[in-house]
């Protein structure tokens, strides 16, 4: 079993120290303790990448400390894999959704542009020829 120190995990995963004690108050991570030492194993190493790549992808972190509690309950990991897929296509669908929100938008802001840009140019038109 591999032990790892807060700088250590800091830079294996390219996040703050103060991120990682963060999700330790959170109670994500419960690395054990040698003074005023942390000493983080293989577990924690791994539940801190899953929720650093959780956060990516846009999930909440009471979404993620849900999802790390059903590892804990099944080692079987059935029942997180089903679980985890079907969050995962919700957050697709919510993904799709901002997509299509934004594409109308979009199409909103060119379509106002061209009118602008129209608009401008009869002006600056308009100008000359007087």
Known sequence: MSEYTISDLAQMYDTTTRTIRYYE????????????????????????????????????????????????????????????????????AQIEEQIRDLQAVREELLELRAQMQQLLEEKTRGGRES
Do not use: N
């Open 25 to 92: 108050e959170l109670g994500l991570l419960q690395p054990k303790r040698i003074g005023a030492r942390r000493i983080y194993s293989d577990r924690d190493r791994v539940r801190l990448k899953l929720i650093l790549r959780g956060r990516r992808l846009g999930f909440r972190l009471d979404e993620i400390r849900e999802m790390l509690e059903w590892y804990d309950l099944d080692p079987t990991e059935v029942y997180q894999l089903r679980e985890v897929i079907r969050k995962g296509d919700e957050k697709l």
